[in-house]
Nanobody
Framework: QVQLVESGGGLVQAGGSLRLSCAAS?????????????MGWFRQAPGKEREFVGI???????DYADSVKGRFTLSRDNAKNTVYLQMNSLKPEDTAVYYCAARSAPKVAATVGLARLYNYWGQGTQVTVSS
């Protein structure tokens, strides 16, 4: 069974930076006949719906929500089965639980941020940005 484990969350002041990691452990998705087209990040603040943050596709390209463009950067280390979310210039409104997720549907521009197309999720890591 594949597990996604996030780490790197914490408390940071506005304007600061954090780097989140998402490590895939266990047997690979391919063992189960599952194609993973990309690894995405979502976040959910208290009382709000889960929100798309960004995705790094299997080919290495990335897509971001407008709210984080220019501040957040996704990267991946295939040898370590790990995806990173570098978050700079953090704002209080970035406060949320951040989840990584594996997308099992190919890229269609209009569906990049649809949570239902991401079938495997980590447990989340809390990011708190103080003003």
């Amino acid at each position: 069974q594949v597990q996604l484990v996030e780490s790197g969350g914490g408390l940071v002041q506005a304007g600061g930076s954090l780097r989140l990691s998402c490590a895939a452990s266990g047997r690979s998705f391919s063992v189960y006949g599952i194609s993973v087209y990309g690894m995405g990040w979502f976040r959910q603040a208290p009382g709000k719906e889960r929100e798309f943050v960004g995705i790094v596709w299997s080919g290495g390209s990335t897509d971001y929500a407008d709210s984080v463009k220019g501040r957040f950067t996704l990267s991946r280390d295939n040898a370590k089965n790990t995806v990173y979310l570098q978050m700079n210039s953090l704002k209080p409104e970035d406060t949320a639980v951040y989840y990584c997720a594996a997308r099992s549907a190919p890229k269609v521009a209009a569906t990049v941020g649809l949570a239902r197309l991401y079938n495997y999720w980590g447990q989340g890591t809390q990011v708190t940005v103080s003003s």
